[in-house]
């Protein structure tokens, strides 16, 4: 039995709306794993989605999550978005600030049903790709990779996004669980091979003693792919529980919890009347609508805004 060393905060003890991170220091491998319950319910209940849309965004938002709980400086911002190119879907966009996740889909009904129960990328987003940018507020910068929509799930997209721009061994796996009348779970997971750079000095001078990288890194998969969707998404067992299960026999497994996630809408209606006010106020009257207000929508939380343009 290896050595089990916790960071504890606050939370659901199911692990709901929080991601959990860990850290392999003997396979030089770290990873993060979240599940979405209520506040994954609080987005998709501000749309009627179908439920391939509902899937979709779901998953959607985990990978959002588990990219945007990388960052170390809390007003960073992770946005998700994908390019589409004759395909049913029309827009997906979601992003991450400080815990907060937001996202939204828009498509063709039409070709979404067309594109079957169980539809593949290519199925949703045509000739698609997938825009991944991280807007880091420490060092003001951007850094954004694109990747083709390609495979069968957006856990795919997320491998290929890291084995293509970050040249880093990754296994992502994400899943999604419809809960009769309640709404739905989602779960997901991303392990990584840790950059050469980044592994502990005192590591790096017994590294002999340990076998290869690419042997490291295969055994660390073939642990991770043994995750169960029913893992992922189960309302009684916990993250930890479920970290243990695939690492219990690591020399030593670190595990500290994350950000607690939360439905993160940013529509302020005093920011909307200020961006209104920029415009000339002959401009403002014909925005109005009948009852003398200009009505401004918000597509993430469906809501809208009256503003009145003599204010």
Same mark, same amino acid.
């Given at each position: 039995?290896?050595?089990?060393?916790?960071? /504890?905060?606050?939370?659901?003890?199911?692990?709901?709306?929080?991601?959990?991170?860990?850290?392999?220091?003997?396979?030089?491998?770290?990873?993060?794993?979240?599940?979405?319950g209520?506040?994954?319910?609080?987005?998709?209940?501000?749309?009627?989605?179908?439920?391939?849309?509902?899937?979709?965004?779901?998953? $959607?938002?985990?990978?959002? $999550?588990?990219?945007g709980?990388?960052?170390?400086?809390?007003?960073?911002?992770?946005?998700?978005?994908?390019? /589409?190119?004759?395909?049913?879907?029309?827009?997906?966009?979601?992003?991450? #600030?400080?815990? =907060?996740?937001? +996202?939204?889909?828009?498509?063709?009904?039409?070709?979404?049903?067309?594109?079957?129960?169980?539809?593949?990328? *290519?199925?949703?987003?045509?000739?698609?790709?997938?825009?991944?940018? *991280?807007?880091?507020?420490?060092?003001?910068?951007?850094?954004?990779?694109?990747?083709?929509?390609?495979?069968?799930?957006?856990?795919?997209?997320?491998?290929?996004? *890291?084995?293509?721009?970050?040249?880093?061994?990754?296994?992502a796996?994400?899943?999604?669980?419809?809960?009769?009348?309640? +709404?739905?779970?989602? +779960?997901?997971?991303?392990?990584?091979?840790? $950059?050469?750079?980044?592994?502990? =000095?005192?590591?790096?001078?017994?590294?002999?003693?340990?076998?290869?990288?690419?042997?490291?890194?295969?055994?660390?998969?073939?642990?991770?792919?043994?995750?169960?969707?029913?893992?992922?998404?189960?309302?009684?067992l916990s993250?930890?529980?479920?970290?243990?299960?695939? *690492?219990?026999?690591e020399?030593?497994?670190?595990?500290?919890? +994350?950000?607690? #996630?939360?439905?993160?809408?940013?529509?302020?209606?005093?920011?909307?009347?200020?961006?209104?006010?920029?415009?000339p106020?002959?401009?403002?009257?014909?925005?109005?609508?009948?009852?003398?207000?200009?009505?401004?929508?918000?597509?993430?939380?469906?809501?809208?805004?009256?503003?009145?343009?003599?204010?």
């Amino acid at each position: 039995m290896g050595l089990w060393s916790v960071v /504890t905060m606050a939370s659901d003890e199911t692990g709901f709306d929080q991601t959990l991170i860990f850290t392999l220091p003997a396979q030089d491998a770290r990873g993060r794993i979240v599940r979405l319950g209520p506040v994954l319910d609080t987005i998709l209940s501000a749309h009627a989605y179908p439920p391939v849309v509902e899937r979709l965004l779901a998953e $959607a938002l985990v990978l959002t $999550a588990l990219l945007g709980s990388t960052f170390k400086e809390p007003t960073s911002q992770l946005t998700l978005q994908a390019q /589409t190119d004759n395909g049913a879907i029309t827009l997906l966009v979601c992003d991450y #600030l400080a815990g =907060q996740l937001r +996202g939204y889909v828009a498509f063709d009904p039409d070709r979404l049903a067309e594109a079957g129960a169980d539809p593949s990328l *290519f199925a949703l987003f045509g000739k698609g790709f997938l825009g991944i940018t *991280f807007d880091h507020a420490d060092t003001k910068q951007r850094y954004q990779g694109i990747v083709p929509l390609e495979g069968h799930c957006l856990a795919d997209a997320a491998q290929t996004y *890291f084995r293509q721009s970050e040249q880093l061994p990754t296994f992502a796996r994400i899943a999604v669980r419809p809960i009769a009348g309640t +709404g739905c779970i989602a +779960g997901g997971v991303l392990v990584q091979q840790l $950059a050469f750079t980044e592994t502990e =000095q005192e590591r790096l001078d017994v590294r002999a003693e340990h076998r290869d990288d690419e042997s490291r890194w295969d055994h660390v998969r073939a642990l991770a792919e043994t995750l169960r969707d029913e893992e992922l998404t189960s309302a009684t067992l916990s993250l930890e529980a479920v970290v243990w299960r695939l *690492f219990h026999d690591e020399d030593e497994v670190r595990v500290t919890r +994350g950000d607690i #996630l939360s439905r993160g809408c940013r529509c302020d209606p005093a920011y909307l009347a200020t961006v209104i006010a920029r415009f000339p106020a002959d401009e403002r009257a014909e925005m109005a609508g009948d009852n003398g207000m200009i009505g401004v929508d918000c597509a993430f939380c469906s809501r809208t805004f009256a503003i009145d343009p003599e204010q």
